[in-house]
C-alpha cells in the first residue's frame, strides 16, 4: 500500500508519526500491532488545539466505538490494548465512563484481561465537594486513573525468537495492579492532558517483546514515542492536531534516543528510509 506522505509527519527507523485522524488513516497495515497504548480524549472540555472535547456522552460513546474498531483490526491476533481511561465523570453529568468503554470494548471483540489502578495523588486537584459537610449532595472522587488491559484474541504472545527486557524487580512491583507515580506537567510538555512516560515504559515492557510494534492512535504530546524509543520497539504515533507532532517529534528527538537499528526494515506498513517531512 503506497502511503501518503504528506501524512507522514516524522519518520526514523523505528518511530514513526502520522499527523492524521485515526479514524479516517489508511497507513497502518491490519494485524500489524502488538500492542496499543494510549489515552483517548476524555470529553472533558479539555482545550485541544483541533478537536471538540466537549460533546454529548452518546456521540463520545459512539466515537469510542469507531476508534476501538479499528484499534482491534489494526491488532495481532495475540495483539493488547493498555487504555488509560477515567474510571468515571462528574463534570457535566455524572457517567461511569471506565465501564462503559469497557462494555463497548467487549462487545467489538476485545477480551478483558485486567486493570491496573493508577494513582495519579493529584488529590491537591480537588476543588468540588458537592454539598459540603452536608449529606444533601455530596461529591465522592477518587484519585485515580485506569489502565484497562485487554486484548483481541490469544492472551499468550507468540514469543519464538523474542527477547523480554524486563527485570525481576520490575516484574514483581508492576503486576501489582495499583501504580503509584504522577503525572506528567502539562506546562513542561506543552499539551493540556499528557501521561508520564512511566505510563507507556511500564505497558510496553510488561506487554511486549524487543522489537515489537507498538501504536498510540492519540499520541498527544508523543510520551508513547519516547518510550518505545527508549526501549527498542517500533513505535507508530497518530495525531489529529499538527503542532502537537511538532511537540511529539521535539520531545522524540531531544529525550527519546534514536536507535538507529533497521527494525522497520520487515515491515510491510512502513517503508524503510529515514527521512523527515515537516
Ligand atoms: C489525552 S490526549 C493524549 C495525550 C498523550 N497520551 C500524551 O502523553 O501527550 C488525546 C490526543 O488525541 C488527539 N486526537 C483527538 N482526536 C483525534 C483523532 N481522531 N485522531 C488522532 N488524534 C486525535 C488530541 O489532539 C490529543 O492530543
Not at 501524512?7 to 523505528?14: E, Q
Not at 506546562?187 to 507507556?200: I, M, Y
Not at 497518530?238 to 522497520?264: H, P
Request: glycine content about 6%; some cysteine; proline content about 4%.
Amino acid at each position: 500500500m503506497e502511503i501518503e506522505e504528506d501524512k507522514v509527519y516524522y519518520r526514523t527507523k523505528n518511530i514513526i508519526i502520522y499527523n492524521d485522524d485515526f479514524l479516517a488513516t489508511s497507513h497502518i497495515e491490519e494485524s500489524s500491532v502488538d500492542l496499543i497504548v494510549t489515552s483517548p480524549p476524555y470529553n472533558l472540555d479539555i482545550h485541544y488545539n483541533s478537536f471538540d472535547d466537549k460533546i454529548p456522552y452518546k456521540k463520545y460513546l459512539e466515537f469510542t466505538e469507531f476508534w476501538l474498531e479499528k484499534a482491534y483490526k489494526l491488532s495481532k491476533e495475540d495483539g493488547r490494548l493498555c487504555l488509560n481511561i477515567p474510571l468515571d465523570k462528574n463534570k457535566g453529568g455524572q457517567q461511569s465512563v471506565y465501564a462503559d468503554i469497557v462494555t463497548i470494548a467487549k462487545e467489538i471483540g476485545w477480551k478483558y484481561h485486567s486493570t491496573v489502578v493508577w494513582n495519579e495523588g493529584n488529590i491537591s486537584r480537588r476543588t468540588a465537594w458537592g454539598s459540603w459537610l452536608s449529606a444533601s449532595a455530596p461529591y465522592v472522587i477518587a484519585p485515580v486513573e485506569m489502565i484497562v488491559i485487554m486484548h483481541k484474541k490469544r492472551w499468550k504472545k507468540l514469543s519464538k525468537g523474542k527477547k523480554s527486557d524486563i527485570t525481576k524487580d520490575e516484574f514483581i512491583e508492576w503486576t501489582n495492579g495499583l501504580w503509584t507515580f504522577s503525572g506528567e506537567s502539562k506546562k513542561r510538555v506543552k499539551h493540556p492532558a499528557p501521561f508520564p512516560t512511566e505510563l507507556p515504559k511500564r505497558c510496553i515492557k510488561l506487554f511486549t517483546f524487543v522489537g515489537d510494534t507498538v501504536l498510540d492512535p492519540f499520541l498527544g504530546s508523543g510520551s508513547t514515542l519516547i518510550a518505545c524509543a527508549f526501549l527498542n520497539r517500533k513505535g507508530i504515533g497518530v495525531e489529529i492536531d499538527r503542532n502537537y507532532c511538532e511537540i511529539a517529534k521535539q520531545r522524540v528527538i531531544q529525550d527519546g534516543k534514536i536507535l538507529q537499528s533497521t527494525l522497520f526494515d520487515d515491515t510491510k506498513s512502513v517503508r524503510t528510509q529515514s527521512k523527515e517531512i515537516k
